[in-house]
């Protein structure tokens, strides 16, 4: 099991549940996504598994280790092997995006190759071959505050490629992009991770981009985990529960609830 | 009228209160100090100061002054630049220690970091704190005793007030910036000096050199002050003409300072159009 998590639960610290009970297992080179309203608690989900959150009660097991019995320089290490796409890059503005996608293996350089990299791209060939997937590569000399939303969110994709980790997760990695990109941007990552035999969990709000790319599909709504199943075996009952919505049960345009609204900040 | 009823301010109430409150702690303030503007204009008074000034124009420039002017300009510039170099080494590792921006028990705590993580930043604060916190004259005097009259002494006060101030400014440069690049990279496994080279820095490099060349300008001044004292530089040179009422070759030398402020005005702008 590439991550097992057990009755694992977190709380937000507002007093707000945003997990809780979570049991899932999922198998070196698999490809999940989750799919869920918003505040659900996909990406509390996500942030439990990149270990940017410390899980309040239950067992979690990444890559074999248990990641908050380690040291802090061997949960560095573990760290370096995981990959975590943010929904809003976090790149900063004045960047370039060769600097920002070879940051990505900043875990495994020591600090001198990275401190030379500042200065000079050391492996801007790497870089251009990752962004070239995304068909991005006449970016690269580019600033961050020069792209747009959607190109941003391709070079945080670019970034987590070039990091090349064992796990691969995706905080709506698609979200300020076009249909059209968003399609063949999920099937480059979904390649990229058979390809190299990574385990893929990515959350997302196109219901039938997560079926149309992803084996196996995880319905989070509250906290809980409603349905863990095939994508081919997904029933339409099943998702209009998982989505269902009672304070807009009464509004004339329910469906308003299934595409909030995202606001990508430029970098 | 459309609306009768409101015909006064609501807040003028509240505004008078708050001036007399001002006027009334300002008056002891003023009686405290003992400032009292009549002195200047007193008879015998006004009449050596008009005497001094008048002697200000014209401003000195035969070439051997000239020549002093320049080397006494060029020692003062050597003294802020080799201060500031001093107290960047300083205040660099001063503030990445200080500095909550680049916590790892911060990532999964919402980006508060845990009580003895921030325990471990007070010594380097304090030492921050300890070291801006005596004037740069005083370490002057003190160094004017121990390494002699000269430059050195000035180049070493500076550097050790100008450490304490630069770390704690950059140290909450790097905390105003936005964390999330930073955390990012920590949560992807790099060191903490990595995610600032790569997160942090290019964020924070505008203000701080904004910051850091207002201090190199800070600096020169401040030297100045220490010339008199026997730091070396212009005010040196400025101590002794003002001792024998030379007022050309004071005026001279402020001008030079105008010249240098404004120097340091143009390289700060240009530093900030090219990196902010």
Not at chain 2, 111 to 127: E, S, V, Y
Not at chain 2, 169 to 176: P, Q, R, T
């Given at each position: 099991m590439i991550l097992s998590l057990s009755g694992v639960g977190h709380t937000h610290a507002d007093g707000q549940a945003a997990l809780c009970d979570i049991e899932l297992r999922v198998a070196q080179g698999e490809r999940v996504a989750i799919i869920g309203p918003s505040g659900a608690g996909k990406t509390t989900l996500l942030r439990l598994l990149a270990t940017a959150l410390k899980p309040q009660c239950g067992q979690l097991e990444l890559l074999g280790e248990q990641p908050w019995a380690l040291s802090v320089a061997q949960r560095q290490r573990l760290r370096a092997r995981i990959g975590l796409i943010h929904q809003a890059p976090p790149l900063p503005p004045r960047q370039r995006v060769v600097t920002a996608v070879l940051a990505g293996r900043l875990g495994q350089w020591s600090l001198g190759r990275s401190l030379l990299s500042l200065i000079y791209p050391l492996d801007a060939a790497g870089a251009a071959a990752e962004l070239g997937r995304l068909d991005l590569a006449d970016k690269l000399y580019m600033r961050c505050d020069q792209l747009s939303g959607g190109q941003l969110q391709r070079v945080g994709i670019a970034r987590v490629l070039y990091q090349a980790p064992e796990l691969i997760l995706a905080d709506e990695p698609v979200s300020a992009m076009d249909p059209v990109l968003a399609n063949y941007t999920l099937g480059v990552l979904n390649r990229e991770a058979q390809q190299r035999n990574a385990t893929l969990l990515a959350s997302l709000h196109a219901v039938e981009l997560a079926l149309q790319h992803f084996p196996r599909i995880i319905g989070v709504r509250a906290g809980r985990i409603l349905f863990d199943k095939p994508a081919t075996a997904v029933t339409s009952e099943e998702l209009a529960a998982l989505y269902a919505n009672e304070q807009l049960s009464h509004s004339p345009v329910p469906a308003a609830a299934f595409a909030p609204p995202l606001h990508i900040p430029r970098c | 009228m459309l609306n009768p009823t409101v015909t006064r301010d609501p807040a003028a109430p509240a505004r008078l209160l708050l001036t007399l409150v001002a006027l009334t702690l300002l008056w002891p303030g003023l009686s405290l100090s003992e400032l009292d503007l009549g002195v200047l204009f007193d008879g015998s008074n006004a009449e050596t100061m008009g005497v001094f000034l008048a002697?200000?124009?014209?401003?000195?420039?035969?070439?051997?002054?000239?020549?002093?002017?320049?080397?006494?300009?060029?020692?003062?510039?050597?003294?802020?630049?080799?201060?500031?170099?001093?107290?960047?080494?300083?205040?660099?590792?001063?503030?990445?220690?200080?500095?909550?921006?680049?916590?790892?028990?911060?990532?999964?705590?919402?980006?508060?970091?845990?009580?003895?993580?921030?325990?471990?930043?007070?010594?380097?604060?304090?030492?921050?704190?300890?070291?801006?916190?005596?004037?740069?004259?005083?370490?002057?005097?003190?160094?004017?005793?121990?390494?002699?009259?000269?430059?050195?002494?000035?180049?070493?006060?500076?550097?050790?007030?100008?450490?304490?101030?630069?770390?704690?400014?950059?140290?909450?440069?790097?905390?105003?910036?936005?964390?999330?690049?930073?955390?990012?990279?920590?949560?992807?496994?790099?060191?903490?000096?990595?995610?600032?080279?790569?997160?942090?820095?290019?964020?924070?490099?505008?203000?701080?050199?904004?910051?850091?060349?207002?201090?190199?300008?800070?600096?020169?001044?401040?030297?100045?002050?220490?010339?008199?004292?026997?730091?070396?530089?212009?005010?040196?040179?400025?101590?002794?003409?003002?001792r024998m009422f030379a007022g050309g070759e004071v005026a001279s030398m402020l001008l030079t300072f105008l010249a240098l402020v404004l120097l340091a005005d143009l390289l700060s702008r240009l530093l900030r159009w090219r990196f902010a």
């Open positions: - | 002697g200000f124009w014209p401003p000195a420039h035969d070439q051997p002054f000239l020549a002093l002017l320049a080397q006494a300009t060029l020692e003062t510039l050597a003294i802020a630049t080799a201060g500031m170099a001093l107290a960047l080494l300083i205040a660099l590792p001063g503030a990445l220690l200080a500095t909550r921006a680049l916590s790892l028990s911060a990532l999964s705590r919402g980006g508060r970091p845990a009580w003895w993580a921030q325990a471990l930043r007070w010594p380097a604060r304090g030492l921050l704190i300890v070291l801006r916190s005596i004037p740069e004259i005083v370490w002057a005097l003190l160094f004017v005793r121990a390494v002699g009259l000269g430059p050195t002494a000035g180049v070493l006060a500076i550097a050790i007030t100008y450490a304490g101030m630069l770390g704690k400014v950059y140290a909450e440069i790097f905390e105003s910036v936005d964390p999330q690049p930073a955390r990012a990279l920590l949560a992807a496994g790099s060191s903490r000096l990595q995610a600032f080279c790569y997160g942090v820095l290019p964020q924070a490099t505008g203000e701080m050199l904004s910051y850091s060349v207002y201090r190199w300008e800070c600096a020169v001044r401040a030297s100045v002050v220490m010339g008199f004292v026997g730091a070396g530089g212009l005010g040196q040179q400025m101590d002794l003409s003002m």
